[in-house]
Each structure stands twice: as C-alpha cells, then as structure tokens.
C-alpha cells in the first residue's frame, strides 16, 4: 500500500464525495460540516450537509486533506483558519486565540478498510505542510483521550499522542477528556514535518507505515 495526498478543491472534490457518501456521509449525514457552524445555529445531520460544503468549497472557505490509496480515497483531515471553523469558540472554557491568525485542525476520518495503517498521520502531515506554505504561525488542534477499548471509528478528533508526534503541546482543556493544544509553524516545519511521517518526495506521496 502506498499513500499519497491531495487538498480539497472543485477538481479532488469528487474523491471527497467518493470517501464520505460510500460512508453514509459520515456520522450519518455530517459531510464534515460540523464545526463550520457556529455553536448554537442550526445544524443536523443530513444529506443536505454535502451541498453545503460544496458550496463553502466554491466560496473558498472550506480545506483539507485526501489521502489515497492509488486511486481510491481512504483519509480525510478537516483545517482551516479559525473562522472558517468557529464551532470551538461556543465551547465553555474556551478562550479563543485568534491574535496570531490562527488556524484549526478538527477532524479526522480513515475508512474502515485502512485504520491502524498510518493514513490520520499522513493527513496531518499534509495538513501542517499546507498550513507551513501558506504562512500559518499558530495552529490549534482538539484531541480527545480515550481509552484502549474505543472503537477507530471514534478517533474523528485524533489522539493527544498523534499530535504531541508532531510538537504539538497541551494549553488547555475542555471538559474531561478534550485538549485543546498548540503549535507554532516556521521556516523549517516542512521538513520536520515531513520527517515525523516519513519521508516523502514532492509528490506528496508516503509509504504507510503498516
């Protein structure tokens, strides 16, 4: 198996649509809409969610991350800057910290064929290199502890470990099991980006790691 990534546009959204209508949209309808509402409007899942990602695509409000396995799409990570993903500013306890433009890294999806084989590690890979081009200096990322016995399918936030890998640090927390941590990008966090998923040629291509 060997991976590779492509960011979201009008051209890959169909890989997009590929990976989340063969899964039911996600979480029954979500299309990965979820924290592109702001915290008390109106939101539910349902199909109608895929149109209206598509439409925040065509607007230019919309990022992320496919990972494929050849032609077929397996992986997906949702970032953004943080208005475009404005649904953590309701939480309680939550501070927002905007000042330095920041930017927001909030979900994850891996089909089922492909868990436990390296694909949430590629996305965010590709994701901090996308973020690091385009000159983000702060980003935030919401993980959630969980315990040995939950299911892969409840990941959609990442894991506390995933992102310490990639020199994130806690700064806070919501609630009893959410982190909110932190990194700052520079000059040199392509490469070392590119180092903790394994190396990679300017495809954008990864082997997986099992």
Not at 25 to 47: I, M
Not at 48 to 74: C, Y
Not at 120 to 138: C, Q
Not at 175 to 203: C, D, F, H, I, Y
């Amino acid at each position: 198996m060997r991976l590779r990534t492509e960011e979201l546009s009008e051209s890959t959204w169909k890989d997009f649509e590929d990976l989340f209508g063969r899964n039911n949209g996600v979480w029954g309808g979500c299309w990965c809409t979820f924290y592109q509402v702001r915290r008390g409007s109106e939101w539910s899942a349902g199909p109608s969610n895929r149109e209206a990602h598509k439409e925040r695509l065509r607007r230019g409000s919309a990022h992320g991350v496919i990972v494929m396995d050849g032609s077929v799409p397996v992986g997906w990570c949702q970032f953004g800057p943080a208005e475009e993903l404005p649904r953590v500013d309701g939480r309680k306890g939550y501070r927002t910290r905007n000042g330095e433009g920041l930017w927001r890294v909030t979900c994850f999806f891996v089909d089922r064929t492909h868990r436990k084989a390296g694909v949430a590690r590629t996305a965010l890979a590709a994701a901090l290199r996308s973020m690091e081009e385009n000159d983000v200096k702060l980003v935030e990322a919401y993980p959630t502890e969980v315990g040995k016995r939950t299911s892969a399918s409840f990941l959609w936030s990442g894991t506390p470990s995933l992102f310490e890998s990639f020199g994130f640090v806690k700064t806070g927390k919501l609630g009893k099991r959410t982190w909110v941590m932190q990194k700052r990008l520079g000059p040199s966090e392509r490469e070392a980006a590119r180092g903790r998923a394994g190396r990679r040629p300017p495809s954008h291509e990864a082997a997986s790691n099992g």
